[in-house]
């Protein structure tokens, strides 16, 4: 199908699928991703993948996770600096532990079952931010936690797979720990310094301009440079435009004027691109009589990071039933699992290996939200948002 009418296909029906979503009470991202398993391979084979198809939805990607770090007050991200780590910690652990107990459950050889435990150690803050968005808990308390613990995911997550791709001698064998520690500082301290003195300024001169389209022109530049800093520090490009986001709220003068613009191409257009596209790669037949396998899998990836990342919140105070929220909200899989299986060498991993996490990265973005939603229960989400700002 010629790439035009490929997207705008895509963009209808993932529009479509949204608007159904929000008519039965759910996440319009459960809608876009089964518009684009619809589409895909697993059902209709209408449209197929394409560099220029994914490149889209991963600029939709950048826009989500830069918009959920304009939602993030940096002031109050401070409070739960602690608490993050220790979140983001036990959820690895835990997530790790039971993927690789389900590995060796299945027969798999013990650098794949470790293999497979790194995967399930990741987590998506793109989901995690357009689920917490459309539940209004992106400024609570719990929201913050669970943003902040994503943010340490990313960096906790790269020195797992760092580790394990060194099992097979893949392509990050043999960089060293204190090298990708040494490239996170570097990122983080060049990054604070552009966002705390540089900014400021620099908005300031340019909310004073004319050209309102400036505004937006500045903040796709924004998105695009911090992420492209931080893959050059070895860090996810996602991270980036997360800090780009927080830092401009920071900036006062940035809100009033970017958010409308960026919010319309990236709700709009990109995100639904990125969340259909989820579903066009996912052709569930390849999975043949691995079924049980993946049954076995998600059920350890959403009890790994409910557990894991629920007692972390739990160990710091938070009810029952907010820490349960900071596990569901770790619950997605980010594609940094996807990207583990072009490290290792050709041939190393069993054939099933590909069609599983490319599941489990579907799957765990789709039960995301109606975990959410018996989790935080409408009345609960109004109480919680009026609660957390109070503190605030």
């Not at 895509?10 to 619809?38: C, D, K, N, T, W």
């Not at 602690?82 to 039971?98: F, R, T």
């Not at 004027?257 to 790669?281: H, N, W």
Request: net charge neutral; with cysteine.
């Amino acid at each position: 199908m010629n790439e035009l009418l490929a997207l705008a296909v895509i963009i209808v029906f993932a529009r479509a699928g949204g608007e159904i979503a929000i008519r039965l009470r759910q996440s319009p991202m459960l809608g876009e991703i089964v518009a684009g398993l619809v589409l895909g391979p697993s059902l209709l084979n209408l449209v197929a993948p394409t560099p220029t198809l994914e490149f889209l939805g991963h600029l939709g990607i950048l826009f989500m996770t830069f918009l959920a770090g304009m939602e993030v007050d940096l002031r109050m991200l401070r409070k739960v600096a602690g608490p993050s780590v220790v979140v983001s910690a036990l959820g690895i652990a835990a997530s790790m532990g039971l993927g690789y107990l389900v590995g060796v459950m299945f027969g798999f050889a013990p650098e794949v079952s470790l293999f497979l435990g790194a995967a399930l150690a990741t987590s998506s803050i793109a989901v995690t931010a357009r689920v917490f968005a459309d539940f209004s808990i992106m400024r609570t308390r719990v929201g913050l936690l669970s943003m902040a613990a994503h943010a340490i995911d990313d960096v906790l997550a790269m020195l797992v797979i760092i580790f394990v791709v060194s099992l097979f001698g893949g392509q990050d064998a043999g960089v060293p720990v204190w090298l990708v520690l040494l490239k996170v500082a570097a990122f983080l301290a060049i990054a604070t310094a552009i966002g705390l003195f540089a900014l400021k300024p620099v908005m300031t001169w340019v909310y004073r301009l004319k050209s309102r389209e400036l505004h937006f022109t500045v903040a796709v530049s924004l998105v695009l440079l911090f992420g492209w800093g931080a893959e050059f520090f070895g860090l996810a490009d996602v991270l980036g435009a997360f800090v780009a986001g927080a830092f401009l709220h920071y900036t006062e003068e940035a809100e009033p004027a970017m958010v409308d613009r960026v919010e319309a191409v990236s709700d709009g257009f990109l995100v639904p691109v990125f969340f259909a596209m989820i579903g066009l790669q996912t052709d569930l037949a390849l999975l043949g009589s691995a079924v049980p396998l993946l049954i076995v899998v998600l059920i350890a990836a959403i009890a790994g990071k409910m557990l894991g990342c629920g007692l972390g919140a739990k160990l710091f105070g938070y009810s029952w039933r907010d820490s349960a929220i900071v596990g569901a909200g770790m619950i997605p899989r980010a594609g940094l699992a996807l990207i583990m299986l072009g490290l290792v060498p050709q041939g190393s991993l069993p054939g099933v290996m590909a069609p599983l996490l490319v599941s489990i990265v579907f799957l765990s973005a789709l039960v995301t939200a109606p975990i959410l939603r018996v989790v935080v229960g409408p009345k609960r989400r109004e109480n919680m948002e009026i609660a957390e700002t109070t503190k605030a």
